[in-house]
């Protein structure tokens, strides 16, 4: 079919880690041709990170277990390569890019592999400037790369990669850590470079409609540790594969699939342009949107946190301060999203709220009382905090002495601790793992865990940072419906930092958004994603909703999100009309 030789080839390809009883990928075939841009996807635990790992020379080299079948790079197979080898025809972008960085500046970092091949410092400058300008990071240079953004870490690591012209580009979840704005500039960026410098390009990503954005050929779906398919975007988007193993599809695919349009009259699906919609399929969504009646929003709790005019600087000599002049309220049993890009202040809120640092400037009031007046742990027992890395918070080795120890250190009675450990493991779908150790347990089942250490103590709002990051589609809706559950059964406030649109448009009624340390907006998420200025203000980007909306010749934006939104919470039997 394609008469050029392949540049990644697996021959039947199974591995098993040397700790683990079955193989973690089984019998896997596969061809890449120079210049493809492949996606590969499938849900957490799927073999994708595995399949990786073989394309890169990690598996073998780097961990232990048996590797059968065969491995070709540009045609030589990687049983016969080092590592080294193989880092000269592939380059890797890793997840977390800080584990990349050797350099004390970016330019150093950039022109280390030259400088390990004993380079002339002339060759080293010339090349160093030829990257940091192909990405547009030449002001970069003598920053730290501690200093960076995510998005701006990326750029470095692709450079230090360019910089020695491999062939072959490996991306690991490259949306992972970036706020909205970020990711989209991240696939434009690879799409940019794998077809301007001709290179063949592997994208491991589980968040299709973003991936999706740039150009791929075609994409790779592993479930179970099989290769379930191989074909184009437009083939994988007209089958049910993505519905059977839990990967979402664009939200522009469901919005159809409710307002009635066959894909049957859609050419090219994959990224959402203007042209797949005429006429009549508009009308259709049009006569959908207004089937739909949504219920204004009321609140008429109580007021549980309030900021009057709060200011924060981490350095009070500093020329503008990281939070400035922030002004809101948050009702009791509300589910808030605060929003922003990398920077813009949302951490700091986090901590500012629990007492880990104080204003320099204004009030917060907890329950009508000036948390300047309450020590940190008289703040936690109403606010909990739980980071986005669950590991950063575990020290006990079983499920059940990690979420009793904050009842422990409050010299809790022993019968009441193991009621309300019990009582929190059966609310977070725990119990049946208590007394199990939590290095057995999954990513997700340690965050529930995480949360179940906060719940015990009873607190009337609970801090999420980023509760969905690094999930899967299936993993996310069963982290929201938890969240969901406690929300409205023990009328818990829950605030949530996040980057992910879905989550915010999808589960919160209203967003705070912050940029450069000021609070822009606080509304609800459809009339946040139909403001165009103020999506760019805050480095968000919208879903293909709002595209979608953008075309709509007789309703607006906010119209059909609205829609789109509450028919959502109603699928999900979250509300009843």
């Not at 896997?28 to 590969?40: A, H, K, Q, R």
């Not at 607006?556 to 109603?570: C, G, T, V």
Request: hydrophobic letters at 40%; charged letters at 20%.
């Amino acid at each position: 079919m394609n008469e050029k030789q392949a540049i990644i080839e697996f021959k039947d390809v199974s591995f098993k880690y040397e700790s683990q009883a079955e193989p973690n990928v089984m019998n896997i075939s596969f061809t890449i041709y120079p210049g493809e841009t492949v996606l590969i996807i499938g849900p957490s635990g799927s073999g994708k990170s595995t399949l990786a790992k073989c394309i890169n020379g990690q598996i073998p080299y780097s961990y232990d277990g048996e590797l059968t079948g065969d491995i070709l790079i540009e045609g030589k197979s990687t049983k016969d390569l080092s590592l080294f080898d193989l880092s000269l025809s592939i380059g890797t972008v890793l997840q977390d890019t800080d584990g990349q960085f050797v350099g004390l500046t970016v330019a150093e970092d950039i022109a280390f592999s030259l400088e390990n091949d004993a380079a002339e410092q002339s060759l080293m400058r010339k090349q160093v400037k030829k990257w940091t300008e192909e990405l547009d990071i030449e002001h970069l240079n003598e920053h730290t790369p501690q200093q960076l953004s995510g998005g701006q870490k990326q750029r470095v690591s692709i450079a230090g990669i360019l910089i020695d012209q491999v062939p072959i580009l490996l991306f690991d979840e490259p949306l992972a850590n970036l706020d909205p704005a970020s990711g989209y500039e991240t696939m434009h960026l690879i799409d940019r470079l794998s077809h301007k410098q001709g290179l063949t390009t592997v994208i491991i990503e589980h968040r299709l409609e973003e991936a999706l954005s740039t150009n791929v050929d075609r994409v790779l779906v592993m479930h179970e540790g099989h290769l379930l398919a191989n074909m184009t975007p437009d083939e994988l988007l007209r089958s049910d594969i993505l519905e059977k193993i839990g990967i979402r599809q664009p939200l522009y695919l469901d919005l159809m699939d409710y307002a009635g349009i066959s894909l049957d009259t859609i050419h090219n699906l994959g990224a959402f342009h203007s042209d797949m919609l005429k006429d009549s399929n508009l009308e259709k969504i049009e006569n959908w949107v207004k089937s739909i009646d949504p219920p204004s929003n009321t609140t008429t709790s109580q007021t549980l946190l309030e900021l009057n005019q709060v200011n924060f600087a981490y350095d009070e000599r500093a020329s503008s301060p990281t939070l400035s002049n922030v002004n809101f309220s948050i009702q009791t049993g509300e589910m808030v999203s605060i929003v922003g890009s990398n920077g813009a202040g949302k951490s700091t809120l986090a901590k500012l709220l629990c007492g880990f640092v104080r204003p320099t400037h204004g009030q917060i009031l907890l329950n009508g009382r000036d948390t300047n007046s309450l020590s940190i742990k008289e703040i936690a027992d109403s606010i909990g905090y739980v980071m986005q890395n669950p590991n950063h918070m575990i020290s006990k080795n079983l499920i059940f002495d990690e979420v009793a120890l904050g009842l422990v250190n409050r010299g809790i009675d022993e019968k009441e601790i193991e009621n309300r450990v019990y009582d929190a493991l059966k609310t977070c779908g725990l119990y049946p793992y208590r007394q199990w150790p939590i290095n057995a347990l999954s990513y997700g089942q340690k965050r529930r865990v995480t949360i179940a250490s906060i719940l015990v103590l009873q607190p009337s709002v609970i801090i999420l940072d980023e509760p969905t990051a690094g999930q899967d589609y299936a993993h996310y809706s069963d982290m929201m419906a938890f969240l969901e559950l406690i929300n409205q059964e023990y009328q818990m406030t829950i605030l949530m930092i996040s980057h992910d649109m879905h989550l915010i448009q999808e589960y919160t009624k209203r967003s705070l958004v912050f940029s450069k340390g000021q609070l822009l907006a606080d509304l609800p998420p459809s009339e946040l994603f139909a403001q165009k200025d103020l999506i760019e203000q805050a480095d968000l980007h919208p879903t293909s909703l709002y595209q979608v909306g953008d075309i709509l010749p007789n309703l607006s934006i906010n119209d059909l999100l609205k829609a789109f939104i509450y028919y959502e919470q109603q699928e999900r039997g979250r509300v009843t009309i």
